[in-house]
């Protein structure tokens, strides 16, 4: 992990953290918005137009954040109209590394220095490239999945709305939940330097699956009846617990598999169309056990565990 300040690349993963050894987020600079005529969304400028072959995605197989744009990119069948670039497994001293890029850039940085040449701060996937106007239109996924779910409904003719105006308000509890207990909750873990950080960030995360698995036992969904993107939003963590987190980021009390409602739950929605192609196992663990030397210095790879969710078992 590493950042840009004045105009260079900074080999440092720890920028976010606090005083007490807390993992801190940074939150992302980049917030405009595609919308079907080009107005102005909920925050940033306007002139981003929903059209065919104008956008781009870049993004890591290994990232949770950015495999929820690559879901949504699936579910609402705007493959053929936003491309896709999938950045090297492992993130170094340069952070992530292009194998395939729009604008023949090697890193990452180098695509945000493009866009703002005063650019400061983490550099992050996922990015939403604009090809006719060469800038990033988001780096924040809980916003681009929105975009996706609705912006381009008008050209695709796919309608399914996973964030519907009735249930929004639930929607979004249920999200603040899950993201600071689960889907940040792992990192918090993971990245904790102090004993006290680790336990905290431990149990905040195993009460919070446990409150899901509470939920799923009585409902399908977490809002109830209907898929929304409160699941995808899990969904991304649940899928790299077992293989990942358990292990390498110490959030080891049980695993998925030992959550009947949970694995239940995690095994459909992985079945549902399009959905086993965003995932990529190898890729994550490469990254995670590769990547972070200061938890992992060795960058041994285990061979397991054996996944049931990909249905092998």
Sequence with gaps: MGLLQNGQWVDRWYDTKSGQGEFKRQASRFRHWVTPDGSAGPTGQGGFK??????????????????????????????????????????????????????????????????????????????????KL????????????????????????????????????????????????????????GFATTQQAYESAFNDLFDTLDWVESLLQIKPY???????????????????????????????????????????????LFQIKGISDTVDIDHIKTHYYVSHRQINPTGIVPVGPELIFIGQG
Aim: with cysteine; hydrophobic share 40%; net charge negative.
């Design 222 to 268: 977490l809002a109830g009846d209907r898929l929304t993107e409160a699941d995808w939003r899990l969904f991304t963590t649940l899928i790299r617990f077992d293989a990942v987190y358990y292990g390498h980021f110490k959030t080891n009390r049980q695993r998925i598999s030992d959550y009947p409602a949970i694995s239940r739950y995690l095994n459909e």
């Design 50 to 131: 929903a059209e065919a072959d104008r956008y781009h995605l870049y993004v890591s197989l290994a990232c949770p954040w950015a495999h929820r744009t690559l879901i949504f990119r699936a579910l609402k069948d705007l493959q053929s109209f936003i491309g896709v670039s999938v950045v090297n497994p492992v993130m170094l001293e340069h952070g992530w590394e292009l194998d395939d890029s729009l604008n023949g850039t090697q890193y990452l940085y180098e695509l945000y220095l493009l866009a703002d040449p005063d650019y400061e701060g983490r550099v992050t996937v996922p990015v939403l490239w604009d090809k």
């Design 134 to 189: 060469k800038t990033i239109v988001s780096n924040e996924s809980a916003e681009i999945i929105r975009m996706f779910n609705s912006a381009f409904d008008h050209l695709t003719g796919n309608s399914n709305d996973y964030y519907p105006p009735p249930m929004r308000e639930m929607i979004n509890e249920i999200n603040d939940r899950v993201y600071h207990g689960i889907n940040n909750g792992v990192y918090r873990a």
